[in-house]
């Protein structure tokens, strides 16, 4: 017997454990003054079909872990820049990245204890309201070690 329980993505609120917690913020790639800058996105400050978007990441461990799953769920609005599954890099280190159609999936072989900041592009596609879904990090041999982000709405203009 199991208990399961839905709730819509817009009324979820962040949640983390002892020692584990991920944060999602949703950026707009735009150049001003000549120079590339993420913007963060507000209601006076909207995203535009086309527009590239940063979805930051920020996982804080209080200890070393070892095979960390990451699942950034995206907003239906979103498609991936690079949509090839693969092994990627970045500053704190290489994991496998598996790209589909809702969401993202980060496997990690470890992470070590601070803070670790993870980012993915992608390609604004279609005009709307959207949900951008919920950042979960979790133990793959360890799911009692997990914690969620908060949800948050797009607005996408024409």
């Not at 978007?53 to 070393?64: A, Y």
């Not at 790209?99 to 992470?111: E, G, L, N, R, W």
């Not at 793959?140 to 969620?148: D, L, N, R, V």
Request: charged content about 20%.
């Amino acid at each position: 017997m199991y208990a399961q329980f839905n709730e819509e993505f817009g009324k979820i609120t962040r949640y983390g454990t002892a020692g584990l917690s991920v944060d999602k913020v949703i950026y707009a790639e735009r150049v001003a003054d000549g120079k590339k800058q993420l913007q963060l996105i507000t209601a006076a400050n909207p995203l535009q079909v086309g527009d590239r978007v940063v979805v930051r990441l920020t996982i804080r461990l209080d200890r070393d872990m070892d095979f960390v799953q990451i699942k950034d769920r995206l907003a239906a609005c979103m498609e991936p820049l690079n949509p090839v599954s693969g092994y990627r890099w970045s500053a704190g280190g290489g994991c496998y990245v598996e790209v589909k159609d809702a969401s993202t999936q980060m496997f990690f072989s470890s992470m070590s204890k601070g803070v670790h900041v993870w980012e993915n592009t992608y390609v604004v596609s279609r005009p709307g309201t959207y949900e951008a879904g919920i950042a979960t990090v979790q133990g793959a041999y360890t799911p009692e070690y997990s914690a969620h982000s908060a949800s948050t709405t797009l607005e996408v203009a024409n």
